[in-house]
């Protein structure tokens, strides 16, 4: 129940998930991270070096192809976080208009995600409702 999604994520273009461990600690995985992948959401991690390059290893698709993802390799917390905001203020930057096409360009990989996703929670809790507690992605979902 703690991958349930709000309202308000369901209904914005991306999140900034920062996870349990962000500091160079352990990649642990949580239901931060498992609400994008239910609602079909891009996200930007504030976690651990190596995060995404984990996220990756497991079969996840990230989005270095829209934005410099760079930052997952920097232990300097205060770099690290710089270099999120950088992202943030670019992304701020786009016109809805952007935010709709890159969305649109993202759902494959959105939905790849939501499936693999599944497929873990499914595979190593069984959770049979899992499926219920996708959400469908949609070109339009940004208001």
């Known amino acids: 129940k703690h991958s349930y999604t709000s309202d308000y994520q369901v209904l914005s273009f991306c999140n900034i998930v920062t996870e ?6 352990p990649i642990h995985i949580t239901e931060k991270t498992d609400k994008c992948f239910s609602a079909g959401q891009p996200f ?8 995404l390059k984990k996220l990756k290893e497991l079969g996840f698709k990230t989005f270095d ?3 410099d993802e760079s930052y997952d390799d920097i232990s300097d917390l205060n770099e690290k976080i710089n270099k999120i905001g950088e ?3 670019l992304i701020g930057s786009w016109p809805i208009e952007k935010c709709e096409e ?3 360009e993202m759902i494959p990989m959105l939905k790849h995600n939501q499936e693999l996703c599944g497929s873990y ?9 899992f499926k219920k507690e996708i959400l ?8």
């Open 20 to 25: 349990t461990f962000y500091m160079n600690g």
């Open 44 to 51: 930007i991690l504030v976690a651990g070096i190596g995060y």
């Open 65 to 67: 192809k829209w934005w």
């Open 87 to 89: 992202i943030i203020d």
């Open 102 to 104: 890159v969305y649109v």
């Open 121 to 129: 929670s499914n595979s190593r809790y069984h959770l049979s409702n």
């Open 136 to 143: 469908p992605i949609y070109s339009d979902k940004i208001i």
